[in-house]
């Protein structure tokens, strides 16, 4: 039997196939489509101006905390990026590369740029000179590319939109602090944008970036019990500097090697908002991030003063800052309710001509479908208020999701029972710091680490999952995508 809360009949069920639900939203809500180029899509308007307002918000965010805008080249030579042993390794197997200009043969290959630490660790070597000089906080909105075997849209593709920082210190401890800095502006950008709430947390050593000294994340857990990196924030030391031979001139006029740090965050945060906050009738988008805050429906709209009042309607709430808009096409209004529902659209105004002579409108929030009657007068504050009960609430939402999807374990055994009864999740469970035992809960268990829980130093009482020694940390385990 058809399900009669569901508006939008196209779309896979998530508990039928969850990432079949997961690929229609994305078709469905025309927020990408595929290309002739394996890996690769096409993000389409509606998806790209997500990305927009992502991008917007979390520029000023980086210019506040004191960065500017750079853009480097998208070819890096391989000499360059041989310089720093462990950094190549890790990215060999993705890396694409360019080995004809036009019809002659290159006489130096040249990488498409998977990341850029290599190409602003040059440029940094070339206009560094004085402590006077630091720190350098850059930013770069770029793509990338990174030629991975498995794809799917947002999650992971060969090319893929993001903002990787690169900032050059002249102590460790500025560094540190940077790095945790940024951290922090991910994980709030998340919760107070997003409506994600997120787990910080430092990888392990067998999870950090290529090069780095250590590597901070922020885990997200999606609708189906997987955890999803969110964003990374990594702390070079000087290990990139002394390859690279980067040095300043301190205020003794000593020769020292400054301090790295990197972070990024990408399309995939697309991703993250279709898994936490979606449902059986499409997107729910958060209002920060939603293209059109409010959508307004005029009904019998070819009755006289109907279209007028409704673009009365819209510009009033885009003079007070609400991103709106008129659907006046031609489709009947239930299909357009269907097409804003499944396009995510955090506010419907519905006004016809009985609305209007009681001088009133019918406001409708996406996330439960609340319905209220409101004045037309009243109308910017109540659309600027339900767009904050609704931010609220999606967060309260998936906390709610995250929090009843962890569990905390002891052993083992305990894990994959719990797995097993409950399904997938985040797994709390201590661990005493080996590598050994590492690989070993993700080869018994199938769940592997996510992050350390920072904030949980453990008592003498409390063993590794694995082993039974001593625990070193608390850690997040869970499945990722």
């Not at 200009?101 to 290599?118: D, I, N, Q």
């Not at 602003?120 to 070339?126: D, G, I, R, V």
């Not at 602090?177 to 709430?197: G, K, N, W």
């Amino acid at each position: 039997m058809a399900d009669m809360n569901k508006m939008v009949n196209e779309i896979t069920s998530m508990d039928e196939d969850f990432a079949k639900w997961y690929t229609d939203i994305c078709k469905k809500a025309q927020l990408i489509e595929y290309t002739s180029v394996k890996g690769c899509m096409v993000i389409r308007p509606y998806g790209y101006a997500i990305w927009e307002n992502i991008q917007r918000i979390l520029d000023g965010m980086f210019k506040e905390t004191g960065h500017e805008n750079v853009c480097m080249p998208m070819f890096i030579p391989e000499s360059l990026l041989q310089k720093e042993k462990d950094h190549v390794e890790g990215f060999a197997p993705e890396v694409a590369w360019v080995t004809y200009g036009g019809s002659e043969k290159l006489e130096e290959r040249l990488c498409v740029r998977p990341t850029s630490e290599t190409l602003f660790c040059e440029h940094f070597k070339n206009i560094l000179q004085s402590y006077r000089d630091l720190p350098f906080k850059y930013n770069q909105w770029v793509s990338v590319v990174r030629w991975e075997k498995t794809t799917r849209p947002f999650l992971r593709s060969r090319e893929f939109l993001w903002q990787e920082g690169h900032t050059l210190h002249a102590t460790r401890e500025e560094a540190v602090e940077e790095t945790l800095q940024m951290l922090d502006v991910y994980a709030r950008f998340c919760s107070e944008c997003l409506a994600i709430p997120v787990v910080k947390g430092r990888k392990t050593e067998s999870d950090k970036f290529a090069g780095a000294e250590a590597t901070y994340a922020i885990e997200a857990l999606m609708h189906d019990g997987k955890a999803l990196q969110a964003g990374t924030s990594h702390f070079f030391g000087d290990g990139f500097c002394r390859a690279f031979d980067i040095q300043f001139s301190d205020k003794d006029n000593k020769r020292q090697f400054p301090f790295q740090t990197s972070w990024g965050m990408t399309t995939r945060l697309i991703g993250a908002i279709i898994m936490t906050h979606g449902d059986d009738n499409g997107l729910v988008l958060p209002p920060a991030v939603a293209p059109i805050q409010a959508v307004i429906v005029p009904v019998q709209q070819k009755k006289e003063g109907v279209l007028d009042k409704a673009f009365e309607l819209c510009d009033t709430l885009k003079k007070a800052g609400i991103r709106a808009k008129v659907d006046d096409t031609d489709n009947s209004p239930g299909w357009k309710f269907a097409e804003y529902e499944m396009k995510g659209v955090p506010v419907r105004i519905e006004i016809g001509p009985r609305d209007i002579q009681n001088n009133s409108c019918v406001v409708v929030t996406r996330l439960n479908r609340e319905k209220n009657f409101v004045a037309i007068s009243d109308i910017v504050e109540t659309v600027e208020q339900k767009l904050a009960e609704v931010r609220d609430q999606m967060y309260q939402k998936a906390l709610e999701n995250r929090e009843n999807h962890t569990y905390n374990c002891s052993s083992l055994e305990e894990i994959v029972s719990t797995l097993e009864e409950k399904g997938d999740g985040f797994v709390k469970a201590y661990w005493c710091g080996d590598e050994a035992c590492e690989d070993a809960v993700k080869e018994k268990t199938g769940v592997g680490s996510r992050c350390i829980d920072g904030n949980v130093t453990p008592t003498d009482d409390k063993v590794c999952v694995c082993c039974g020694k001593k625990a070193e940390h608390l850690v997040y385990w869970g499945k990722a995508y």
